[in-house]
Nanobody, 119 residues
Framework: QVQLTESGGGLVQPGESLRLSCTVT????????MAWYRQAPGKDRELVAS????????YYGDSMKGRVTISRGDDENVVYLEMNSLNPDYTAVYYC????????????WGKGTLVTVSS
């Protein structure tokens, strides 16, 4: 069974940077775009960034555009989210999402990693 595991979250101070990782285990994704979402306390889950199957196309949500970069690792089973100049508004649980590009494919969610930005 494919599983997505996020890592790299934690407590950081305002202005610092952080890199989140999403690792795929238990199998191989077949034609999946990857994305990072975040859910702040009391708010809906929202898209942060997404990257296509090949890694050549990316999309950034308005909330963190210019502050984050999504990328695929050399290992196809890893996706990263680089976050810069963090501020307390970015405190949230960050989730990894694999969206199948097949009509009857399976989508997968990770369990999330908490990022807290506070001095």
């Amino acid at each position: 069974q494919v599983q997505l595991t996020e890592s790299g979250g934690g407590l950081v101070q305002p202005g610092e940077s952080l890199r989140l990782s999403c690792t795929v285990t238990g199998g191989t994704l077949d034609r999946h775009a990857m994305a990072w979402y975040r859910q702040a306390p009391g708010k809906d889950r929202e898209l942060v960034a997404s990257i296509g199957e090949s890694g050549s196309s990316t999309y950034y949500g308005d909330s963190m555009k210019g502050r984050v970069t999504i990328s695929r690792g050399d290992d196809e089973n890893v996706v990263y989210l680089e976050m810069n100049s963090l501020n307390p508004d970015y405190t949230a649980v960050y989730y990894c999402f694999a969206q199948s590009q097949r009509i009857e494919g399976t989508d997968y969610w990770g369990k999330g990693t908490l990022v807290t930005v506070s001095s």
